[in-house]
Each structure stands twice: as C-alpha cells, then as structure tokens.
C-alpha cells in the first residue's frame, strides 16, 4: 500500500514532533514515525534556552509546557562549579543564560524531556494534516526525481507500508538509520570514555547540598579526571536527581558500586535509591552534510554530543524551526531550492563551532587548568587562578549567539559567514536573531510578527514600504507590514526598516528602499 504525503518524518523524539508540529501549523501534510509507544521517562535534556521558549510560544504551547514544569518556579537552571568534591571549600556559582536574556521574547525553562514530548505530542496530535506511526521503525529510504520513498515495518507484528513524499526528514537519533541509508558521513571528536547516567532518589543528598545556594546543577572538577565533568542535576527539589561521570570501559551495571562513586563525588556518605543507570560515549559528532536531495537530518541524526551545556535539544529544536518553514514555503510554491539548500548551509556551521569551541573547547580548557593548578601544590597560585574562573564564568554565554550572516538567502555583510560566535546587541543585523522590543501600542514585536516574512517599517518611507509590498505581490511571498514610530527603544535596532524571515531572523535591513528590492526578495526566498 502506497500513500503520498508532503513530507515524512522519522524519529519522534522532541525534534520530530517539534519538525511535525512546525509543519502542521503551516498547513503540511505530513506523517511521523517513531518506534516508540510510551515515553521513556529518563530525565534528559532539561535546560531549555529562551530560543526554544521562543519557538514553543509560536508553536502554541508555552503555557503548557511551563505548567509542566516540576522544579518550583524560581529555582535558578543554574549550577554550582566545585574542586575536588561537593564539599570542598573551593566553589562557584556561574552565571548562565540570564546574562542575556533580555534579548529574547521568551525566558528559560527547565523541565525533563519527556515532559517536552509530553506537551508537543499532544499539540501535533491536534493537528489535522499530521499523522503518527507509534510502533513502528523505518527500514529503508529511496529518492529520485519525483519523490522520496521509506518502507515501515511495525515492531512486534506483520505490518508493512511504503509511505511516499515529496520529502524525507531523519530525526532519529545519533544512530539514525535515515543518515547511514543516505550514506552521510559523521566526523567530530572522540574521547574514549564510557560514561554513566544514573537516576536516582535521596533526600540526604539534598540535606546535603543545603551548604549551597539553591541550584539545578552540581558539577565537580577532579584533577584525575581530565576535564571530564561529573555532576549531580536535580529532578525535583526534595529527592530526585540524575548523575553523569566517567567509568572505565568495562562497567556494567552488576560490576561497579555506583553508589559509592556518587558518595565520592559529594564528599559524604548518604544513601541513595536507583531507578535507572545506563551508559553513554562521550564524543561530539556531526555529520558532513545535513541534506542529500530530497532527505534531511536534523537534530541528533546530524549533530551529537554530550550534555554539556543544555546544547543538545535547544539545537536540535532550531533545526526544527530552521528546516520547517523554509519545506513549507517551497512545498507552498512561494520559495526555490536555494532556499532548502540554506539549511545545512545554516545549520551545521553552528553545531561544528558549537561542538569544538564550546563543548569539546571547555573540556580541553578545564583539563589545562587542573593539570596546571592544584592547591595541594601551591595554593595561592590556585586560589588566583580559581578567582579568575569565576570573573570569566559567564564569556561563553554572552559570545555564544548563533547568527547566518553568511547563508546564499541572507543579505549578511561582506565576508559574512554563520557561526555560533557572536554578540549579543539590541542592533538588528543581517542574519541575526530579531531582540525583542515594545510597539507603541504597548504590544512586544513578537506579538505582532507574521507566520511568514515581517517588514518592520519604523518611521520609513512609505515609497519603501509600497516597493517592498509590490515586490512580494509579484514574487507571492507572504509578507506582514508593521509600522510604527522609530522611538522607545525601536531606535534600538538602529534601522527603520527591518525584514524578518518566519523563524524571526532578520534577513536585511536599510533606511530606505533599496535598488532592486525584487531581487532582494527573491534572494532571500531563494529564488535569486
């Protein structure tokens, strides 16, 4: 049995379901695939950024997610950094993504994955145009000219379908079989380590963790382990909590006293109930490409890592957001090729730099400090060295501002290029992420912002905003005009007219209409 649909999707983890819910709000037909039935109740990727609020909020379901949470309101997402162990006298507690969150519409959560599933399984299972395949693996992909074909196998019975689109996305995890049918390679760094996650109860840990400001995370630097991170995370603020370490090569889960590794790490002896452990490789991938014709990967199918940093799901959840509405434009008509080809060209620049300069860089940069300090050797020198730790705790999170000055469908700046480094300004550039600002009526930009392409007319010319209407009725791209005066912190921005794309990234900014604004549309709907 064959059955054609717009775009399939297989894995459906946040990621797929975030890509479903992204296409099924624009009108898409689509179909997810996902193996598993239930949720997997293991509490990863907690630490979502204000970025993902943001696109939970277009998504519609903000206020469900927040309402999931189980950390009390109030709590930091933020961690303690601690030497040696959990009651060393040497500890710090860093700065995160507060430093930057008034450049963002949304603020940050944090919650188990699950329970982010939880939330956007419902929504995409409110959406007529998609639908679900639970229970079932694909087995194999094929492509040509005329569409992308994947044959299903239902686990556990006799059930077989061929499920034929326009396009195929692969969100199915670090092993995805989309990725291998494809023949992407991956590259990246490994470091030979085997790590646990363990998840367990204590309230004696708790207790002992009292000697802190509250936090979410606990995070021990031990000089043995070279810059390898152990730490505890809460699940709640009472009892649960999650922990990853390094372990050598051959633990399992009947050779090794977990529980006394965690006692090592929090300096003190308390006892603990498991619920689960499992292991892990610690090594940050990503693949060489994120497109072969008709078929994508997204998420962890195209970048993986371990969970340092609240990276992995934020990332994952951008593809998502990046991937879906530039599929639905040109499944649409309105959009050309370039357009889909700007997706890899996007999103893998960032990830690679996301991956080295700030994962696999802060590993390497914690194993220079503790093979060079140790206050056993010389304290003072440590001390220093520690203080200065701290100043510098909050650089990574102000310079980390992933930014596509350099994307074909993007009128960046000469020499531009897409990066995960960048600044943090209310300034609105070519391809940067839109800041958030207040109308005049009282209203934040974001409110206002259309599905589709925004043209924020502030105090402009209203030759240029006829041009630029003109140029979209030509070329039927959806465009939004919001005009309002350039004051009140619009003057931010530093531009009275700013052309924001549907996943509320600025494509060009101008004071006036510029020579050929035709062809700017074109460029930045990848027509041009």
Request: net charge negative.
């Amino acid at each position: 049995m064959e059955k054609r649909h717009q775009v399939v999707i297989v894995g459906g983890g946040p990621v797929g379901v975030g890509l479903a819910v992204e296409l099924g709000l624009r009108g898409i037909r689509c179909v997810l695939v996902e193996r598993r039935v239930e949720l997997q109740k293991i509490p990863k990727g907690q630490n979502l950024s204000p970025r993902t609020l943001e696109h939970m909020y277009f998504w519609g379901v903000e206020k469900e997610l927040r309402a999931e949470r189980i950390m009390p309101s109030g709590i930091p997402v933020s961690g303690i950094v601690a030497y040696g162990n959990l009651l060393s006298p040497y500890w710090y507690a860093p700065p995160q993504r507060e430093l930057v969150s008034q450049y963002y519409f949304t603020g940050v959560e944090r919650l188990p994955q699950y329970l982010t599933e939880k939330v956007l399984r419902t929504k995409m299972l409110s959406l007529p145009n998609v639908e679900t395949r639970f229970g079932w693996i694909a087995e194999t992909v094929e492509q040509d000219a005329s569409g992308a074909r994947v044959t299903i196998a239902e686990q556990g019975g006799s059930g077989r379908e061929t499920l034929e689109a326009d396009y195929v996305v692969g969100c199915d995890g670090a092993r995805s079989t989309i990725r291998d049918q494809v023949g992407i390679e991956r590259g990246g760094s490994d470091f030979d380590q085997v790590m646990v996650l363990a998840v367990f109860r204590s309230r004696a840990l708790h207790e002992g963790l009292m000697r802190f400001p509250i936090r979410s995370t606990y995070n021990v630097m031990h000089p043995d382990l070279k810059g390898y991170w152990q730490f505890f995370g809460r699940i709640d603020v009472g009892e649960g909590f999650f922990f990853h370490a390094p372990v050598p090569k051959d633990t399992t889960t009947d050779n090794y006293d977990f529980k006394a590794l965690l006692q090592k790490v929090a300096g003190f002896e308390f006892e603990a109930e498991f619920d689960y452990v499992g292991f892990w490789d610690l090594r940050v991938a990503v693949a060489e490409k994120y497109q072969v014709g008709r078929v994508f990967i997204a998420g962890d199918a195209a970048h993986s890592h371990p969970p340092y940093g609240g990276f992995g799901l934020n990332s994952g959840i951008e593809d998502a957001a990046n991937l879906g509405w530039k599929l639905a434009a040109v499944l649409k008509g309105w959009a050309g090729p370039k357009l889909l080809e700007s997706y890899s060209e996007e999103r893998r620049p960032i990830f690679e730099e996301t991956g080295r300069d700030f994962i696999a860089g802060r590993i390497e940069n914690d194993r220079k400090f503790l093979d060079q300090y140790n206050p056993e050797r010389d304290k003072a020198a440590f001390e220093e060295a520690w203080g200065k730790r701290l100043q510098g705790a909050g650089e990574s999170v102000q310079t980390y501002e992933p930014h596509y000055e350099g994307s074909a469908v993007v009128m960046g700046p000469p020499g531009g290029k897409c990066s995960a480094h960048g600044k943090h300004t209310y300034l609105a550039q070519a391809g940067h992420h839109l800041p958030p600002q207040k109308l005049t009526s009282g209203r934040n930009v974001f409110e206002e912002l259309g599905p589709d392409f925004t043209l924020l007319a502030f105090d402009a010319d209203a030759a240029a905003v006829t041009a630029f209407e003109a140029a979209a009725h030509e070329l039927n791209v959806p465009l939004k005009v919001i005009r309002d005066a350039y004051a009140g912190g619009r003057d931010a921005y530093g531009k009275h007219l700013i052309l924001v794309r549907p996943d509320q990234y600025v494509v060009w900014t101008g004071d006036a209409v510029p020579g050929d604004v035709r062809g700017l549309m074109s460029k930045v709907v990848g027509r041009g």
